[in-house]
């Protein structure tokens, strides 16, 4: 079965910290991958989707960068955090589903920045 | 630019009611429509599908789907305390990522 990792779990940034949020799968090769962002009373955000390495989609402008070294890596970054980066963030991995593409979503990492 | 539109609630229903959750979209393109489930502090859950015009029954669940409308409801029969949840609605047009709407809290009282 496919499953997701995500990590950190938790962790509380200083505003114009670096940040690295990582995400990984089992159980499939070549997904597609997301990352979305959930912040306090709102929506999920669309932030970045890729199709393979190297392979990134920006939805939204803004100081993260995401990054596809590996084919069932995915990684969120920062160089500089902002308070209006706290949230939820959710990795999720694309699959087939009653001939429809789903989304199964990992655990999350929630940050706060201070 | 794709919109879905959900009331953010928070739904109240007593334990045993029914609880019904509406979702409408811009895109008429949309093909398949999904209702996640998610608890507070979680990630968000799959928990119905719908691709046809007309009702979707799954246990206590049934998705309801108006397509001339852009139009797709939830409602949860015998509703327990264990379905308060916010509940998202996802349009799937088939080749663009999933756009959900803000969701929906439901709260249900015993």
């Known amino acids: 079965s496919q499953t997701i990792h995500q990590w950190p779990a938790t962790l509380v940034q200083p505003v114009g910290s670096p940040l690295s949020l990582e995400c990984t799968v089992e159980?499939?090769?070549?997904?597609?991958l997301y990352w979305y962002r959930q912040a306090a009373g709102r929506g999920l955000q669309l932030l970045f989707y890729?199709?393979?390495?190297?392979?990134i989609s920006s939805e939204v402008p803004q100081n993260l960068s995401a990054s596809r070294p590996q084919d069932r890596q995915f990684i969120l970054s920062s160089k500089k955090l902002l308070l209006s980066d706290s949230g939820f963030y959710l990795c999720?991995?694309?699959?087939?589903?009653?001939?429809?593409?789903?989304?199964?979503f990992g655990a999350g990492s929630r940050l706060t920045v201070l | 630019q794709k919109e879905v539109e959900q009331n953010s609630g928070p739904l109240s229903v007593p334990e045993g009611a029914i609880a019904s959750l509406n979702c409408t979209y811009s895109?008429?393109?949309?093909?398949?429509f999904f209702w996640y489930r998610q608890y507070s502090g979680k990630s968000p859950e799959l928990i119905m599908s719908i691709y046809s015009n007309g009702d979707k029954e799954d246990g206590r669940f049934t998705a309801q789907l108006n397509k001339a409308s852009q139009y797709v409801s939830l409602l949860i029969r015998d509703s327990q305390p264990s379905d308060s949840a916010t509940y998202l609605c996802a349009p799937y047009t088939g080749n663009t990522p999933l756009v959900f709407g803000k969701g929906t809290r439901l709260s249900v009282i015993a």
């Open positions: 159980g499939t090769s070549n997904p597609n």
């Open positions: 895109d008429r393109v949309s093909q398949s």
């Open positions: 890729s199709v393979g390495i190297g392979q």
């Open positions: 999720a991995l694309e699959r087939s589903y009653s001939g429809a593409n789903v989304l199964t």
